[in-house]
């Protein structure tokens, strides 16, 4: 049985779906920060398979990229939450409401 | 000449203007003098353009600026001074100088002194746009314009009810009637392709002749309008609720002779269709009659003056209608003249009377106001046409336009016509300032105007007594541009008897009056005597009854209308679909507020679906692109383009 | 099939792993089933060829990514049990599954529709790590250093944010402490 390309495509729309469902309902926000990772790796997986599938770089590079985002993106986001959580003593989504207008 | 027409066109205008800077101020005499210095600007200028005309015969033809101009409708302001129109210019000049002059005295005491001006200035630049204009839209805006000065004029003592009332009256009808003109306007465009008199009426001969008649009949309709034949009367009476000055330029002299002019201005269009010029021939014997007869028995001294205007104005029509188009003119400005000073007169007593305007509770006055005497008894004379004075030229002249046109019926019921004038004219001149002195039970002290108004209206006195003189000077000029039709008698015998006839006949009525309303038994009228209690004069009295029959016909059932549109369409269908729009907003709002809690995690949620919705966009935009070409064949199946 | 095994066993293990870490209530098990499931997606990378992502995948994200969580998690409780909400279960799996399906398919739809040729194609002559190399320091220079400015200024600001009062911890402190702090910060606001 020939593993294809859009079996790679359907697991990542799987773990893109997970993630979602993670964002949607998590409120603990490192837990949102966790789901947000899963969303890129599902992606990353996307980038790679169709990278393999057409001989073409390009798939990686990007992945790579987005490697490197991610991990910007936490190294950020945890220097952030960690000062909100000097700040409130929690980092619950519920209670972020100072946007309310 | 180009710069003099536009001193004589603009002066008005900037009076106007200037009056109206002190609009909100307290009265300001400057205010009146101004416009008036302009207004004899304009006069001057006016007269300069006259002899120009009348010594080379030529035309002053100006094109301002180009008003419109889209696709093959191309309107210029342009204006055109040419023998008619120079006429017109010179009778609203002249009486609105004077009326200026006068309203200066007359005004005296008004607190709304400035406004008066600003309003008069204006409505003598619409006049004069009117009557200058060479194409029909400018001719319209004038129309439009004096209408709108009309009504401001009328309702000018606008906490009075009855103003107010009479005002809007007289805007709606005129609306009325230009409806009417606008849709003649309309036919000449569509059918002629220009607006344009010369154009325009270069090329109806070429037309069809239903065609024609629909455009005379609709052109006359606005005409019936401005100058208040029947059906269309009642504003008319009703107007003599403005200020006295007004109802002697307004709605003696310029505005209500407009429709005159439009029918003379177009008469090569009526000169094509004789059918619809004896119509109008008809419709104006008959309103000369029907308002004479209305005048007979009223008591109100303006209102009096009002009714012998109108029927002044059928005699106009007459001639015009006739095809006598130079004589329906020479009418127009001679009577222009008499009327004007007979209003600025019955202005006069007015004032000394303090607002009374029932003749009955005067009677003497001849005794205290010798100048205005003099004048009303004069313009009534010149209104009955007595020779030498200017009414005996252009009415008589009317009169042979009938006889020898063999319009029997019509010259019979004109020369009774005429008649009845002469006895209603004396009636109310024996009324004011002769008999007994009647306003003493009144406890009235009448006192004679201020000098300079009375030497204001002294031109106008000059003009009614001699403007006959001017008959063939004027013959000769006019036909120029209109029809040269010399009216005679073709034996002189027949001429003689008519002219004589027609003066004795006017000169009993004259005597018949006096005898009547000149002597000490007259008493003011308490609704008793048994003259009051007879069928003819309550009928004349109530005017026919047609004001009567206007509130119970139209106005009852269209207020009906109005109520009931009111109640169940528009609160019904139009206020509840606008509240309903406002409510959806409302309860949307309502409703998608809670997107906006402040939640973070409800905000996330929202933010996927808007994701979703833009991909799930991406995704059918993406196909249809791609499939292009089978969407654009299936919609074409489906008969879009 | 050897491929076709590997692709379903960690295809199912990446899965439930992830599940977890969504699912779960606890902290720890969240952060612990995460790294496992990178480790398991880099087994996607090395059986697709890619050998450097595989090796980036491991030691970016189990090793910095996680030890990142790992100390960040300290700052915080992480004994309270986690409380979710309970939203609708079924809009929220129905939307993510719905965008998720979309993604897939623009990303998919072109290629599968059209024959793309590879503007960078793979040089069966070398290897992956030096293919990689080759390409990312000659076409994707630019980017390549601007992703190194990135993470330095990400760096920078972890530190400054983290940083800020690293000598107070409210779980060391009295409450009496945390309420004064609290005052003085208020004071500070206010003043």
Known sequence: MEIGLNHYLVLST????????????????????????ILLNAVNIAFAAISHYYGDLTGQMFAFFVIAIAASEVAVGLGLLIVWHKRHNNIDLDQMSTMRG | MELLLYVALFSPLVGSLFASLFGASKKNIIAGIVPSLLLFTSLVASSILLAFVLSTGQHVKVEMMTWMATGDLYIPFGFLVDQVSVTMMMVVTIVSTIVHVYSIGYMDHDKSFNRFFAWLSAFVFSMMVLVMSDNFAGLFIGWEGVGLCSWALIGFWYHKESATWAANEAFIMNRIADLGMLIGIFLVYWNTGALQYAEAFAA??????????????????????K???????????????????????????????????LVVRANPLYDLIPSVGIFIASLGAFVALFAASMALVNRDMKRIIAYSTLSQLGYMFVAAGLGAYWVALFHLMAHAFFKALLFLGAGNVMHAMHDELDPFKMGGLKKVMKGTFIMMTLASVALAGIFPFAGFFSKDLILEVGFVEHHYIIYSVLLFTAGLTAFYSFRLVALIFHGEERYKIFGVHPHEAYKFMLIAMSPLLLLAVTAGALKMTYFEMVTAVLPATEYHVHSAATYWIMTIGTQLFVIAAIAFAYKKYANSSVKVPDGTSAIENRLCYKVLWNQYYIPYFYEEYFVKPYRELSSVFWRYVDMKVVDATVDGIANILYTTGEKTRVMQNGNLSTMLRWMVVGLVVLLSLAVVFGLAVRHSDEISLFLSGLGVK | MFEAIAFYLFAFLTIAMFFIAVTTSQALYALTALAAGMIFISAFFFILDADFLGAIQIVVYSGAVMALYAFGMMFFDTTREVKEKRGNALIISGLSILSAVLVVLIVAAPMVATNITASYPVNPALGNTQDVGMILFTKYLVPFEVAAVMLLVAMIAGIVLAGKKMDLSLTLMTEAEIIDMKKDQNKKVLS
């Open chain 2, 204 to 225: 109806m001969p070429g037309l069809e002749h239903a065609t024609l008649v629909w455009m005379g009949i609709f052109l006359f309709i606005g005409a019936m309008g």
């Open chain 2, 227 to 261: 100058s208040a034949q029947f059906p269309l009367h009642t504003w008319l009476a009703d107007a003599m609720e403005g200020p006295t000055p007004v109802s002697a330029l307004i709605h003696a002299a310029t505005m209500v002779t407009a429709g005159v002019y």
């Open chain 1, 14 to 37: 799987i773990l893109f779906a997970i993630g979602l469902v993670g964002v949607m309902r998590r409120k603990n926000l490192l837990m949102l920060f966790f789901a947000t990772e």
